[in-house]
């Protein structure tokens, strides 16, 4: 999967109205659920639980409301991962290509008209640079894969949550009109409860499966902060200096 700002954004535009939809539907559903349970015809131990399974429902479609609505303060990440890794593409890994280019043994101009002792302190005083222009290329590289990884991890994440939102909006609404019913199905309503338990339960595993994928990518920046500091491209922990 390729990330996309412009579907990333409509995602999590949806989620929002969504996360405002289900609570509408929870409000209705208890308002619903109270209205035939005062009904003359309906006895009061039924009465009792039809209210008992759809509070227990609107419980757990509260805290899918908060948990969504936590998860959703990290929904500028992954634009902001896909833009560093734009950056590093086009700012450090581009520039550090035209270097290791420009500067190796072959491409250097000077020497090829330029000879004597002069010509060779030059050529050797370079020879570190394509060395250390090429680390900078790799790790600018594994950068951009790691922050790419980053933004499609999240897209994939919200796009996950938005489905949950969706099944969970649609038993909502289905728990209404069957508390509607002068003849309601109580395994049907007791299907729907079990099934916002379900919802409840994929989030855990979609989170897990996120921290997952992040962590992944914690580990290749950790590495590249390593070969950041490796001497033998960055004698003493600084660029090549182009001097005999």
Same mark, same amino acid.
């Given at each position: 999967?390729?990330?996309?700002?412009?579907?990333?954004? =409509?995602?999590?535009?949806?989620?929002?109205?969504?996360?405002?939809?289900?609570?509408?539907?929870?409000?209705?559903?208890?308002?619903? @659920?109270?209205?035939? &349970?005062?009904?003359?015809?309906? %006895?009061?131990p039924v009465g009792k639980a039809l209210v008992w399974c759809v509070n227990k429902m609107v419980s757990l479609g509260k805290w899918v409301i908060?948990?969504?609505?936590?998860?959703?303060? $990290? +929904?500028?990440? %992954?634009?902001?991962?896909f833009k560093y890794g734009v950056t590093w593409q086009t700012d450090v890994r581009g520039p550090a290509t035209d270097v290791v280019g420009n500067v190796t043994t072959d491409a250097l101009q000077a020497p090829k008209n330029w000879k004597g002792d002069g010509a060779t302190a030059y050529t050797?005083?370079?020879?570190?640079?394509p060395t250390a222009a090429t680390q900078i290329a790799t790790m600018a590289d594994?950068?951009?894969?790691?922050? /790419?990884?980053? &933004? !499609?991890a999240g897209l994939a994440f919200y796009v996950s949550l938005g489905v949950i939102l969706v099944k969970l909006i649609v038993a909502? !609404?289905?728990?209404? &009109? @069957? /508390? =509607?019913?002068?003849?309601? /199905?109580?395994?049907?309503?007791? /299907?729907?409860?079990? =099934?916002?338990?379900?919802? =409840? $339960?994929?989030?855990?595993?979609?989170?897990?499966?996120?921290?997952? +994928?992040? #962590?992944?990518? #914690?580990?290749?920046?950790?590495?590249?902060?390593?070969?950041a500091v490796d001497n033998r491209a960055f004698p003493r922990g600084k660029w090549p200096v182009a001097t005999a």
């Open positions: 999967m390729a990330f996309n700002a412009a579907q990333y954004q =409509a995602t999590v535009t949806k989620i929002d109205s969504g996360l405002d939809s289900l609570t509408t539907k929870l409000n209705q559903l208890v308002d619903k @659920a109270k209205s035939v &349970a005062r009904k003359w015809f309906v %006895p009061g908060g948990k969504i609505s936590e998860l959703l303060k $990290g +929904a500028a990440i %992954p634009i902001t991962a050797s005083a370079t020879k570190m640079q594994k950068v951009v894969t790691a922050m /790419s990884a980053c &933004a !499609v909502t !609404v289905a728990a209404i &009109a @069957a /508390s =509607a019913t002068v003849v309601f /199905s109580w395994a049907g309503i007791l /299907s729907i409860v079990t =099934a916002a338990k379900i919802e =409840a $339960g994929l989030i855990i595993t979609t989170v897990s499966l996120l921290v997952a +994928a992040l #962590g992944l990518q #914690g580990q290749q920046l950790t590495t590249v902060k390593g070969e």
